[in-house]
C-alpha cells in the first residue's frame, strides 16, 4: 500500500519469483498428485499385459471358445459358465494371468469337461458369445486337440491291462457313467475297471470314434495297441482325465498351442 | 438450465461455485436476504447450539443401504452356492431371474474391445441402466457395490485415525477419474483388452465372494490401505469410472435428494459425511439457486446427509412427485 503513493514506474522486482499463495500450492501438489496417480493407475492395468504377451499361461478354455485374444476381449468375466457346468471343471484365472484375470479355463487333469451337460451349458451361459453360440453339439467344439505325450509310459504302448480305480482312491473329479446314471456324474474314484488292455482313454471319451487302439505290429497275438486320435477330437481332456499313469501319457494341446504349431 | 449443466460438469470435475444472480430464483434471493439478517444469525447459532448440546444421530438410511448391499451380494453368492439360480453370475454380468443383467461400464469395454456388438449384452446393459436409472444411477455405488462397503468401513478407519492426528486426507483433482474413464475405453479399443477390468476391485471382490477368494484380492486391500492411510475414500472419488459411468446414464434421474434452503442452517455436517462433497456445496450460505432444489447428478443417493441432516433440510424425494402431491 506505501508503495503504491510512490511515483516510481516500476518498484516492484520482476514477478518471476513470486511466491505462490497456499491455496495455490496446495492446488499444485493435487494437481501432481493426481497426474502421478493416474499415472499409476494405468501403469497398474497395463502390468496385466505380460503374462497375456508373454504367455506364460497355456490355458485349455471352455467349449466354443473363441481363438485366445478374441477371447480374452469378449470375455466380460462373470463366471456364468463356471455355475452352470454340472461337473464344475470350469475355473476362473487369478490375476498372475493379467488380462487372463476371470476368465474361464479347465484343468482337464484335475477335472475336464466330459459333455455330462449334453447341450453345452456354458456356451448357453455365455453372455457376450465369448464361448461362440454358434456351437450347440459336442461334436462341434474345438478346444484343441488329444496327443499322446508319453508312448513310453502307456498302458496300451506296452499291452498292459489295468486293474482298479483309474486315478486313486482320493482324486475328486467327476464323469458321467452312462451305464450307471445318465444325469448324476459320478465320482471317477467310486468306479473300478478290470481291463485285460488298458483302453481308458477311448473307452471314456465322449466323443465316438475320436480315439482308437490300433495294433503296433501285424502279429496278431502281439496285445500292444496305440492310442490313435482322429480329426473328430475335440480336446475336451477326458482322456487326460482318465489316463491311469502318473504323469498322463495323453494330453491336451490347447488351440494356442496348436496355433504355434500351424 | 445453466445451473444444471453446471452441476453436471462438476461430475466431470469442475470446481464447485456459487449461483450467480442470474441462476438464482427471486425467491432464493429473498431468503437468503431473510437468512442474513442479524435475527436469523443469532437463530441459527441458537439452534446450532442445541442441536451440539442434544445431537440427535440417525443411521436409518446407512443401515438400510448396509442390509441392501449384502443382501444384494448374498443373492449372487447363494444362487452358485447352493445352486438356486436367482442371480447367476458376478457384478459384472449376471441373469436374474433369467434375465441379462450386465455392468454398463464392463459391457462398453467389451464391446471396445471385440469391436462386435453382442445382443445378449446390450439387452442386459440396457435393462441395468434403466433399472438404476429410476433410483439415480450412482445409487449402484451406494446401495449394491461390495467395494463400496469395504470403502466404508475403510473410511471409517480412516477418520478415526485422522481425528487422532495420525494420518491425513490428501485430496485429488476429481477430473482424474474422467481422463481414466477416457483412456482405459480407448486401451480396451486399441490394445483389445479390457485393460480396466484387470484392476477393478469391483469385479475382484464380487467374483471372489462368489467364487472363493483369489491373490487378485491383495490389490484390493492395497486400495483399502490407499483409503486407509493416504486419502479418503481414494478410489470412489477419484478414480472409479463405473461410478461416473452411472452418473451420465443418469444424469437426471427420478430419485433424488432435494434440498430445502428455508431449513438449512448451514453447518456443514452433510457436507463432512459425503462421498461426493461437491454436491452439497449448494448447502453453504450463499450457494443454492433456489429454495429447493435436487443436488445433482453425482450424487450417489447413500442417504448419509439425510441422516446426517439435524434440521432434515435434505430429503429422499422422487422428480415432480413433490409438485403433484
Known amino acids: 500500500m506505501t508503495q503504491s503513493d510512490t511515483p516510481k514506474p516500476a518498484p516492484v522486482p520482476a514477478p518471476k519469483k513470486q511466491r505462490l499463495t497456499r491455496r495455490e500450492l496446495e492446488r499444485r501438489r493435487i494437481l501432481l498428485r493426481s497426474v502421478g496417480a493416474g499415472a499409476a493407475a494405468i501403469a497398474a492395468g497395463l502390468i496385466g499385459w505380460y503374462p497375456v504377451r508373454e504367455r506364460i499361461f497355456d ?21 456364468q459358465c ?13 490375476g498372475d494371468e493379467g488380462y487372463g484375470l476371470g476368465v474361464p479355463y479347465i484343468d482337464a487333469r484335475a477335472q475336464a469337461c466330459d459333455f455330462s451337460c449334453d447341450a453345452v451349458q456354458c456356451v448357453l451361459a455365455c453372455p457376450t458369445g465369448a464361448l461362440s453360440h454358434e456351437i450347440a453339439h459336442k461334436e462341434e467344439v474345438t ?15 506296452k499291452g498292459e491291462g489295468f486293474t482298479g480305480l483309474a486315478r486313486g482312491y482320493d482324486f475328486e473329479g467327476l464323469l458321467r457313467y452312462e451305464e ?83 | ?87 447367476e453370475g458376478s457384478m459384472s454380468a449376471s441373469r436374474f431371474l433369467g434375465f441379462h443383467m450386465a455392468d454398463p461400464n ?63 486426507d490428501h485430496p485429488f483433482h476429481r477430473g482424474m477419474r474422467v481422463v481414466l474413464w477416457v483412456v482405459f475405453m480407448v486401451l480396451a479399443f486399441v490394445t ?36 486407509i492411510f493416504f486419502s479418503r475414500r481414494f478410489w470412489c472419488r477419484y478414480v472409479c469410472p463405473i461410478g461416473l459411468t452411472y452418473g451420465v446414464t443418469s444424469a437426471a434421474a427420478p430419485l433424488q435428494i432435494k434440498y430445502d434452503l428455508d431449513k438449512c442452517v448451514h453447518e456443514g455436517e452433510c457436507r463432512a459425511v459425503c462421498l461426493v462433497p461437491h454436491v452439497l456445496e449448494i448447502t453453504k450460505m450463499g450457494y443454492a439457486s433456489d429454495t429447493t432444489e435436487y443436488i445433482g447428478p453425482d450424487c450417489t443417493r447413500c442417504g448419509l446427509c439425510v441422516d446426517a441432516c439435524p434440521q432434515k433440510a435434505l430429503s429422499f424425494t422422487v422428480r415432480g412427485l413433490d409438485k403433484i402431491v
Open chain 1, 59 to 79: 490355458r485349455l478354455r471352455p467349449p466354443g471358445a473363441l481363438d485366445e485374444d478374441a477371447f480374452l476381449a469378449a470375455c466380460i468375466k462373470c463366471g
Open chain 1, 82 to 94: 463356471v455355475q452352470v457346468c454340472p461337473v464344475e471343471a470350469i475355473k476362473l484365472a487369478d
Open chain 1, 143 to 157: 478346444m484343441g486337440f488329444a496327443r499322446l505325450a508319453r508312448p513310453d509310459s502307456c498302458l496300451a504302448v
Open chain 1, 180 to 262: 450307471i446314471d445318465r444325469w448324476e456324474p459320478q465320482p471317477v474314484a467310486s468306479y473300478s475297471y478290470d481291463l485285460e488292455l488298458c483302453d481308458l482313454c477311448m473307452r471314456e471319451c465322449p466323443i465316438e470314434g475320436a480315439i482308437t487302439l490300433e495294433p503296433i505290429s501285424a502279429d496278431a497275438d502281439d496285445p500292444r495297441r496305440m492310442p490313435t486320435i482322429h480329426k473328430s477330437c475335440v480336446g475336451c481332456g477326458t482322456c487326460e482325465m482318465m489316463c491311469p499313469t502318473e504323469p498322463a501319457s495323453i494330453v491336451i494341446d490347447t488351440e494356442l498351442k496348436l496355433g504355434d504349431i500351424a
Open chain 2, 1 to 87: 438450465m445453466k445451473w444444471y449443466l453446471h452441476k453436471l460438469a462438476m461430475m466431470f470435475g469442475a470446481a464447485p461455485r456459487k449461483a450467480s444472480p442470474a441462476e438464482e430464483t427471486e425467491a432464493a434471493r429473498e431468503m437468503k436476504k431473510f437468512k442474513k439478517t442479524p435475527e436469523q444469525a443469532q437463530k441459527r447459532k441458537d439452534i446450532i447450539e442445541h442441536e451440539h448440546q442434544y445431537p440427535v444421530i440417525s443411521h436409518k438410511w446407512r443401515n438400510l443401504r448396509w442390509l441392501s448391499i449384502i443382501v444384494i451380494n448374498a443373492m449372487f453368492i447363494v444362487s452358485f452356492a447352493w445352486d438356486v439360480q436367482l442371480v
Open chain 2, 106 to 168: 464392463a459391457a462398453i469395454q467389451v464391446t471396445l474391445a471385440f469391436k462386435e456388438l453382442m445382443l445378449n449384452l446390450v439387452i442386459g446393459t440396457v435393462t441395468v441402466i434403466l433399472l438404476w436409472w429410476l433410483v439415480g444411477g450412482r445409487a449402484f455405488c451406494s446401495w449394491a457395490c461390495p467395494y463400496h462397503l469395504l470403502a466404508e468401513w475403510a473410511e471409517a478407519i480412516h477418520l478415526f485415525l485422522a481425528r487422532k492426528g495420525w494420518v491425513k
Open chain 2, 192 to 227: 483389445g483388452y479390457t485393460v480396466f477390468e484387470y484392476i477393478n476391485p469391483v469385479g475382484i471382490v464380487s467374483r471372489a465372494l462368489i467364487y472363493g477368494p483369489t491373490v487378485a484380492v491383495i490389490w484390493v486391500i492395497f486400495l483399502l490401505g490407499i483409503e
